[in-house]
């Protein structure tokens, strides 16, 4: 789920493992509100149960610091989407929609230029972190030298939304879902296709290529990326009538996303052919139901599906799955943690205000007992997230499980 910037208006964005990450990303705060649901315990013979999931505020803390403290016209202050990808050079922070500028001393930002204020603001960035030093923005330029999207579309009214990247020899690969505008509502909007964008080591605010993507079958692949041995393995999402996602899997031979793709068909087989690309299945054979951006990692034996709760609009729930195979079936997904800073009853006391699309982030894990996840919030209000930037910034939780 995703609500885009609306046109002339203050926007309003609805929307391989152990490396030396830096040392702040890895420090975990106090453990608060963990949300256990029941039955949650280990079983016999099962999937791994959870024990814990609390809020990892030294993460959110970091963003929080980088974002307010830097002053600088093509600085982060805020983004959602939230992918991240290990590098030779650090974290590469993945974002979507992206506010740049500067952070007022009483929490607020300038509207976005073009809306009556000074803040830039663009469809996709990164935030390089490295192991040692200051993180610092990458984005694009446009043709006057003002920061812009690191990729771009050629048409106008058209516009790039990160999915997820995987390292790619020293340089690493994004996948971009690109959308059009279908009417004048936040939510008249429609995906027409994918690409993978390639970014050279050292040289990422320009991409050396950009790939177009199968897009034939309505499936906008790119939700997950996940690297095992020389074949990786790629997740994709197709908006359900009801609501939500049904999610695909399709596999690539070699390090990169350009060889031949194999999409996995209903009868378990991999076929040339996208359109044979099957809904992955849970309990009794049902598709599954998930959001528009999750992760699926291996944990030893298992696979964890992170998603938030499909059924229900504008839900605050994320949900758990496991599998013993990347194509399922997997189990049904069940609650681990509600956003504490989402509607009336939430830390803002705003009903407007809503939590979605988790990924989780293996590289930022000790052990296959643990996921690091992050989950983006924002305001179904424009002004919320100019009168306090803060709103519209990644949050970050640590989950346990047991065997």
Same mark, same amino acid.
């Given at each position: 789920?995703?609500?885009?910037?609306?046109?002339?208006?203050?926007?309003?964005?609805?929307?391989?493992?152990?490396?030396?990450?830096p040392r702040l990303l890895l420090v975990a705060a106090a453990a608060v509100c963990a949300f256990l649901p029941?039955?949650?315990?280990?079983?016999?013979?099962?999937?791994?149960?959870?024990?814990?999931? =609390?809020?990892?505020?030294?993460?959110? /803390?970091?963003?929080?610091?980088?974002?307010? =403290?830097?002053?600088?016209?093509?600085?982060?202050?805020? *983004?959602?989407?939230?992918?991240?990808?290990?590098?030779?050079?650090?974290?590469?922070?993945?974002? +979507?929609? #992206?506010?740049?500028?500067?952070?007022?001393? &009483?929490?607020? !930002?300038?509207?976005?230029?073009?809306?009556?204020?000074?803040?830039?603001?663009?469809?996709?960035?990164?935030?390089?972190?490295?192991?040692?030093?200051?993180?610092?923005?990458?984005?694009?330029? &446009?043709?006057?030298? =003002?920061?812009?999207?690191?990729?771009?579309?050629?048409?106008?009214?058209?516009?790039?939304?990160?999915?997820?990247?995987?390292?790619?020899?020293?340089?690493?690969?994004?996948?971009?879902?690109?959308?059009?505008?279908?009417?004048?509502?936040?939510? &008249?909007?429609?995906?027409?296709? +994918?690409v993978v964008a390639r970014f050279g080591e050292g040289r990422l605010s320009r991409p050396e290529s950009v790939?177009?993507?199968?897009?034939?079958?309505?499936?906008?692949?790119?939700?997950?990326?996940?690297?095992?041995?020389?074949? #990786?393995?790629?997740?994709?999402? /197709?908006?359900?009538?009801?609501?939500?996602?049904?999610?695909?899997?399709?596999?690539?031979?070699?390090? *990169?996303?350009?060889?031949?793709?194999?999409?996995?068909? @209903?009868?378990?087989?991999?076929? !040339?052919?996208?359109?044979?690309? @099957?809904?992955?299945?849970?309990?009794?054979?049902?598709?599954?139901?998930?959001?528009?951006?999750?992760?699926?990692?291996?944990?030893?034996?298992?696979?964890?599906?992170?998603?938030?709760? @499909?059924?229900?609009?504008?839900?605050?729930?994320?949900?758990?799955?496991?599998?013993?195979?990347?194509?399922?079936?997997?189990?049904?997904? =069940?609650?681990?943690?509600?956003?504490?800073?989402?509607?009336?009853?939430?830390?803002?006391?705003?009903?407007?205000?809503?939590?979605?699309?988790?990924?989780?982030?293996?590289?930022?894990?000790?052990?296959?007992? /643990?996921?690091?996840?992050?989950?983006?919030?924002?305001?179904?209000?424009?002004? &919320?997230?100019?009168?306090?930037?803060?709103?519209?910034?990644?949050?970050?939780?640590?989950? !346990?499980?047991?065997?």
């Amino acid at each position: 789920m995703r609500i885009p910037w609306m046109p002339n208006r203050a926007p309003v964005p609805v929307r391989p493992r152990r490396r030396a990450v830096p040392r702040l990303l890895l420090v975990a705060a106090a453990a608060v509100c963990a949300f256990l649901p029941p039955g949650a315990a280990p079983g016999a013979g099962g999937p791994p149960g959870v024990v814990s999931a =609390r809020p990892l505020t030294a993460l959110d /803390e970091a963003f929080g610091a980088y974002a307010d =403290r830097v002053r600088d016209p093509g600085h982060w202050t805020g *983004g959602d989407g939230t992918y991240s990808v290990p590098t030779p050079a650090g974290e590469l922070w993945v974002f +979507s929609d #992206t506010f740049l500028g500067t952070v007022r001393p &009483d929490g607020s !930002r300038s509207p976005v230029a073009g809306a009556g204020g000074t803040t830039p603001f663009v469809h996709n960035s990164f935030v390089l972190w490295p192991s040692s030093g200051a993180p610092r923005t990458v984005t694009g330029r &446009d043709r006057s030298g =003002r920061p812009g999207s690191l990729v771009s579309p050629p048409a106008a009214g058209e516009w790039y939304w990160a999915r997820a990247g995987i390292p790619d020899g020293r340089g690493v690969a994004v996948v971009y879902a690109r959308y059009a505008r279908t009417g004048t509502g936040p939510l &008249d909007l429609a995906w027409r296709g +994918s690409v993978v964008a390639r970014f050279g080591e050292g040289r990422l605010s320009r991409p050396e290529s950009v790939t177009p993507l199968p897009s034939s079958a309505g499936i906008s692949w790119g939700a997950w990326l996940a690297r095992e041995g020389d074949r #990786t393995y790629v997740y994709g999402t /197709e908006a359900a009538p009801s609501g939500g996602s049904h999610l695909h899997l399709a596999r690539v031979d070699g390090r *990169g996303l350009r060889g031949p793709w194999r999409y996995r068909a @209903a009868d378990g087989s991999w076929s !040339r052919e996208e359109s044979r690309a @099957a809904r992955l299945t849970g309990p009794g054979g049902a598709a599954l139901r998930v959001s528009d951006e999750l992760s699926v990692v291996r944990h030893g034996a298992w696979y964890a599906l992170v998603t938030q709760r @499909a059924d229900v609009p504008f839900s605050a729930e994320l949900r758990l799955a496991w599998a013993r195979s990347p194509g399922g079936p997997f189990t049904a997904p =069940r609650t681990v943690y509600t956003a504490p800073e989402a509607g009336p009853g939430g830390s803002y006391r705003n009903p407007n205000v809503l939590a979605y699309n988790p990924h989780e982030h293996p590289e930022l894990e000790h052990g296959t007992d /643990e996921l690091v996840v992050s989950y983006n919030v924002n305001s179904l209000a424009p002004q &919320d997230v100019i009168d306090r930037a803060s709103v519209y910034r990644p949050r970050f939780l640590r989950i !346990r499980t047991a065997r």
